[in-house]
């Protein structure tokens, strides 16, 4: 497994290429929903559409939830590049012992209210439309013991150029509010209800 590794220094050289992509490549950004702090953990559990996407909630992270970033990433994917271990990556290795060491892991960080979590449950990257939104098994055992205990975060990435050359991204929050949405079990029940409503409010955008 490979763990995570801050480097303040490095989060702040990266800051600043990130803004310098983000004006590049995109024409804007949108935070639709609300956000309200619990002063619990972050679990952050969003679709994953394209390379960007921990970028995205790295950036999101910086502005809005300010917490200590840290994100799940497939071990053959971080060993190509270990620089990100310094803005919080750590590796998970599937269909391999190693990787019960990964998910404990992710459980001890989500006992730190200082920490954010980012996980992408699909496991790979696919269509900003493909839905339902399939997750991985097992990685609700990060969850065990803490469902009380942390913040879930549900974040969905939409992308959308209508008349212009550079595409605005739109990120759509939502925190389950209620026990019976809380269970493991049901969160991917419970993203498709939220994911199926973003689709349906980013029709009624147009500009």
Same mark, same amino acid.
């Given at each position: 497994?490979?763990?995570?590794?801050?480097?303040?220094?490095?989060?702040?050289?990266?800051?600043?290429?990130?803004?310098?992509?983000?004006?590049?490549?995109?024409?804007?950004?949108?935070?639709?929903?609300? &956000?309200?702090?619990?002063?619990?953990?972050?679990?952050?559990?969003?679709?994953?559409?394209?390379?960007?996407?921990?970028?995205?909630?790295?950036?999101? /992270?910086?502005?809005?939830?300010?917490?200590?970033?840290?994100?799940?990433?497939?071990?053959?994917?971080?060993?190509?590049?270990?620089?990100?271990?310094?803005?919080?990556?750590?590796?998970?290795?599937?269909?391999?012992?190693?990787?019960?060491?990964?998910?404990? =892991?992710?459980?001890?960080?989500?006992?730190?209210?200082? /920490?954010?979590?980012?996980?992408?449950?699909?496991?790979?990257?696919?269509?900003? =439309?493909?839905?339902?939104?399939?997750?991985? /098994?097992?990685? !609700?055992?990060?969850?065990?013991?803490?469902?009380?205990?942390?913040?879930?975060?549900?974040?969905?990435?939409?992308?959308? =150029?209508?008349?212009?050359?550079?595409? !605005?991204? =739109?990120?759509?929050?939502?925190?389950?509010?209620?026990?019976?949405?809380?269970?493991?079990?049901?969160?991917?029940?419970?993203? /498709?209800?939220? &994911?199926?409503?973003?689709?349906?409010?980013?029709?009624?955008?147009?500009?």
């Amino acid at each position: 497994m490979i763990h995570a590794n801050h480097s303040g220094f490095f989060e702040s050289l990266f800051g600043l290429w990130l803004s310098f992509a983000f004006r590049r490549n995109f024409k804007a950004s949108r935070i639709i929903g609300e &956000f309200h702090d619990q002063n619990k953990p972050l679990l952050v559990l969003s679709n994953h559409i394209s390379w960007w996407d921990g970028f995205w909630l790295l950036r999101l /992270n910086q502005g809005l939830f300010k917490r200590k970033f840290h994100v799940m990433m497939l071990e053959e994917q971080l060993e190509k590049r270990k620089f990100l271990c310094k803005l919080g990556a750590f590796s998970i290795r599937r269909n391999h012992k190693s990787m019960f060491e990964s998910l404990d =892991y992710a459980g001890n960080l989500l006992q730190d209210p200082s /920490n954010l979590l980012l996980i992408f449950p699909q496991g790979e990257i696919s269509s900003q =439309y493909d839905q339902p939104q399939v997750f991985q /098994n097992g990685w !609700t055992r990060i969850l065990k013991g803490k469902e009380d205990k942390v913040q879930i975060v549900m974040v969905a990435h939409l992308l959308d =150029y209508f008349s212009h050359s550079k595409p !605005t991204l =739109y990120q759509y929050l939502y925190s389950p509010d209620s026990e019976k949405q809380m269970i493991p079990q049901k969160l991917e029940e419970v993203y /498709n209800d939220f &994911f199926q409503r973003c689709l349906e409010k980013q029709k009624s955008i147009h500009k």
